[in-house]
């Protein structure tokens, strides 16, 4: 039977608090990890599925944004630094506060290299459902102001990379998340970065649930909880 799995997450601004930090709105729907990266989550329950024995799969993920990336300075842009990440991931184990800041270096699932003070947990390709990884430049086309003067500008990615996996899952929950890396703030009002605004965004699973085979299914169910317990 087809379904179809929505997660929205809310607008994000960055202002310059005129200390050299940001203030960070809305201050209710972001976990704060550090004043440069932040994070909101959500989750979608499964388990009435999971009570019906049924296996949830998925044909497609992608992802709709409410507006525009834009971003403002006073004085002075730097390109090599100042930049923003942007990572959506639907996973079906949930992640921690180190897994969450690895993920800003290398995306879960993969093999990533040893990096002292990181942490990447134990994921496999199987535990990413949905995700996407983005970096933002100032578009120096659609923008008022040279970079070395007072400008606002959209952004926009430089890297957008997809490493949904699309797995079927026993699991009873997913476990949704949409992480946020900023440039450093300027040091005050009259220099640096001075405002970041990102949209709201919706990500839609393409989803079906079927009844397996019990052996295949008590399998897949066995797996879900294997996976659960090494992150």
């Known amino acids: 039977m087809d379904r179809q799995l929505t997660v929205e997450f809310p607008w994000v601004l960055y ?3 005129g200390a ?3 203030e960070l709105n809305p201050k209710t729907d972001l976990n704060i990890i550090s004043n440069r990266l932040v994070y909101a989550e959500s989750k979608i329950d499964l388990s009435g599925y999971v009570q019906s024995d049924l296996t949830v799969g998925f044909r497609r993920s992608f992802e709709q944004k409410g507006g525009s990336e ?3 300075w006073k004085r002075l842009y730097q390109p090599n630094t ?3 990440i942007e990572t959506t991931i639907i996973s ?3 992640m ?3 897994q969450i800041t690895a993920s800003v270096i290398g995306s ?3 093999t990533n290299y040893a990096l002292s003070g990181l942490e990447w947990g134990n994921f496999n390709r199987e535990h990413i459902i949905h995700g996407t990884y983005k970096v933002y430049y100032a578009n120096s086309v659609v923008g008022s102001g040279a970079f070395n003067d007072a400008g606002t500008a959209t952004m926009m990615p430089v890297i957008d990379n997809v490493f949904s996996s699309l797995e079927p899952t026993a699991a009873d929950c997913l476990y949704c998340y949409r992480i946020l890396y900023a440039p450093s703030a300027g040091s005050n009002l009259d220099i640096g970065i001075q405002n970041i605004t990102l949209p709201p965004i919706r990500v839609i699973l393409d989803a079906f649930t079927v009844e397996e085979p019990n052996l295949e299914y008590m399998m897949r169910l066995k797996r879900s909880y294997e996976l659960a317990n090494q992150v």
């Open 15 to 17: 202002t310059n608090d």
């Open 20 to 22: 050299g930090a940001y």
């Open 70 to 72: 834009f971003i403002s």
């Open 82 to 84: 100042d930049f923003v």
């Open 92 to 94: 079906s184990v949930p």
């Open 96 to 98: 921690n506060d180190d």
């Open 108 to 110: 879960p699932g993969f």
